[in-house]
């Protein structure tokens, strides 16, 4: 599976982006879908991740009521709406995939290149 995270950029606080992870290679619907984030300094952690089939969602406390994980399977392309941007959500953002349901990134077999998202204050 080729993953190709894309939409981070440069926005004040409080606005909002809409990441995108298309993939090709494999049908993302056989997959459960992930995003984390590095911030610059610290370790990965997790963002947000939706079931395969039943498309649960379950979102870090961080980020909870303001990001959304939606998947497109017809578009095999999954998305993260991120909204009220706080500065410290400024990290490279990267999308991943794994047949785990898990929010620990060891779990997870296939990476996105990863996309910056910089929130100014």
């Known amino acids: 599976v080729q993953l190709q995270a894309s939409g981070g950029g440069l926005v004040q606080a409080g606005g909002s982006l809409r990441l995108s992870c298309a993939a090709s290679g494999r049908t993302l619907s056989s997959y459960n879908m992930g995003w984390f984030r590095q911030a610059p300094g610290k370790e990965r952690e997790f963002v947000a991740l939706i079931i395969r089939s039943m498309g649960i969602t379950n979102y870090a406390d961080s980020v909870k009521g303001r990001f959304t994980i939606s998947r497109d399977n017809a578009k095999n392309t999954v998305y993260l709406q991120m909204n009220s941007l706080k500065p410290e959500d400024t990290a490279v953002y990267y999308c991943?995939?794994?047949?785990?349901?898990?929010?620990?990134?060891?779990?997870?077999?296939?990476w996105g290149q990863g996309t910056l998202v910089t929130v100014s204050s």
């Open positions: 991943a995939v794994g047949v785990r349901v898990s929010v620990s990134g060891r779990d997870y077999d296939y």
